[in-house]
């Protein structure tokens, strides 16, 4: 996303990191395994890394990035809008505060939803907290269609909410669809799949909250009565038990093939005729974004936040409600037994995917811009009383 803002010629972009953590290889708890992504991520920005002070450093706990340096950043920068993601880390707060003090118009873009209402005595902290913030913020730059109605339910204005979707590379995973698309049984073949088997696909962290068992559950039910696949990508601490299951129940037509990188992803994808999602916790879900630009139809619990815009019910996949295997195997079981089907969701899960995009995230920053330079100058028009 930062190339492609920076590429605008309207946006003279400079990138402040608080922690170098996907440069440099780290221990990712959900995978279970080292992590260091194989794609460059500094090319086409300007961009400078903070000292991070804290002292137990992490992306999971809000103390994990302490990095007091942003206040300078900021103050001497003399920026026309300053956008910070999320309020989960200290130093966002850090960032968010010194905006406010220094004039300097504050855009902020999250993952919240409304999906998962947290405890009462959590909603009564968030809102004593974030109230009073989003009063002092110039624009929201909403992900998609939940994360709008988070906004709403603080009372932010609508003139304040400017859609920003949360986004995938698209012109990178299309290309890898099309280039890969005439190879599809082959990759099939390569796993020991039947050439011409339907195969669904799983990709994510083998975690409690992603619930994979639940589709392999489901899948059980219909693997006899249907000639298909599953695979499994990714890594995590339920690998061994779905794997034992799976042993278990003799389920012959399931693969784990583990952890891989961005590079090393697109023939699962490109093998895959559809794609499943059941998670009981997910505040976008990029993978739906990338197996649609394969044109895969989705199924995908009600808790995934990529539904409310990428996941049209009986359009281009199925929403169901999380842990509901019963409906997620009439789901699986729909698909599988008509290619027709898949055919006209998966047309119509790229046609969506074509308008969510870089370009469209590029088109909502712009207007998060232009509402702040309007704001800027109405209030300056204001006399001094």
Excluded at 68 to 80: C, K, M, S
Aim: glycine share 8%.
């Amino acid at each position: 996303m930062h190339r492609a803002l920076a590429a605008s010629a309207k946006i003279n972009l400079t990138v402040l990191f608080c922690s170098q953590s996907g440069l440099q290889a780290y221990h990712d708890k959900g995978f279970g395994r080292e992590v260091r992504w194989d794609i460059p991520l500094l090319e086409g920005y300007t961009s400078f890394f903070l000292k991070n002070w804290s002292w137990n450093p992490g992306l999971t706990s809000f103390w994990g990035l302490l990095n007091p340096g942003v206040i300078g950043r900021i103050a001497q920068g003399r920026y026309d809008a300053l956008l910070v993601h999320g309020w989960g880390r200290a130093t966002n707060w850090i960032a968010m505060l010194t905006a406010i003090a220094t004039g300097t118009p504050l855009l902020v873009r999250g993952e919240t939803n409304l999906l998962n209402p947290p405890s009462s005595m959590r909603q009564f902290f968030r809102k004593s907290v974030l109230k009073p913030l989003f009063a002092r913020t110039a624009g929201f730059l909403s992900i998609g269609q939940h994360n709008t109605e988070f906004y709403r339910s603080y009372d932010v204005p609508e003139n304040k909410i400017h859609l920003t979707p949360y986004a995938v590379d698209n012109q990178y995973w299309l290309s890898q669809a099309d280039a890969l698309l005439s190879h599809k049984s082959d990759l099939k073949q390569s796993l020991g799949f039947d050439r011409n088997s339907p195969i669904v696909l799983f990709s994510g962290k083998l975690v409690p909250v992603k619930r994979p068992m639940d589709l392999l559950r489901a899948f059980e039910t219909i693997a006899e009565s249907l000639n298909s696949g599953l695979v499994f990508l990714g890594d995590g601490e339920l690998r061994g038990d779905l794997e034992g299951y799976a042993c278990k129940r003799s389920l012959k037509n399931v693969r784990f093939v583990g952890f891989r990188n961005q590079t090393e992803m697109a023939p699962y994808y490109s093998m895959a005729d559809v794609f499943v999602l059941p998670s009981s916790f997910e505040p976008w879900g990029l993978v739906v974004n990338e197996a649609l630009c394969f044109g895969l139809p989705v199924i995908a619990s009600n808790k995934v936040g990529a539904c409310g815009d990428l996941v049209q019910n009986g359009v281009n996949g199925f929403v169901y409600a999380a842990g509901d295997i019963v409906t997620l195997a009439e789901r699986l079981q729909d698909l599988l037994a008509d290619a027709d089907r898949r055919t006209t969701m998966g047309i119509a899960s790229r046609e969506l995917i074509t308008r969510w995009g870089y370009r469209e995230v590029l088109d909502g920053v712009l207007k998060g811009l232009d509402a702040v330079a309007e704001s800027t100058r109405r209030s300056r028009r204001i006399p001094a009383m």
